[in-house]
Nanobody, 115 residues
Framework: QVQLVESGGGLVQPGGSLRLSCAAS????????MGWYRQAPGKQRELVAV???????NYADSVKGRFTISRDNAKSTAYLQMNSLKPEDTAVYYC?????????WGRGTQVTVSS
């Protein structure tokens, strides 16, 4: 089974930065689109950013210009560089991959933006 493990979350002040990682295993990583999602308490899980196998990216309007998704296929890892963080970015961040018949989610990593 595919396994995704997020890391890199933590507490950061507004305006600060964090870099999240999503390490994938038991998957031919390079051929799949990877996505980052987030869910804050009391809110629906929302798409943050996606990156396709050919490197095309897309972002939620709320994070455009601040977040950057990337991938290192040699390491089977996707990243989310988060800059200029705002309190409203506080959430559990999850990575996701969609195979032909199944979607896989990581366990999530907490990001808290607060002074």
């Amino acid at each position: 089974q595919v396994q995704l493990v997020e890391s890199g979350g933590g507490l950061v002040q507004p305006g600060g930065s964090l870099r999240l990682s999503c390490a994938a295993s038991r998957i031919i990583f390079s051929i799949y689109t990877m996505g980052w999602y987030r869910q804050a308490p009391g809110k629906q899980r929302e798409l943050v950013a996606v990156i396709t196998s050919d490197g095309s990216t897309n972002y939620a309007d709320s994070v455009k210009g601040r977040f950057t998704i990337s991938r290192d296929n040699a390491k089977s890892t996707a990243y989310l560089q988060m800059n200029s963080l705002k309190p409203e970015d506080t959430a559990v961040y999850y990575c996701k991959v969609d195979e032909r018949f199944t979607s896989y989610w990581g366990r999530g990593t907490q990001v808290t933006v607060s002074s």
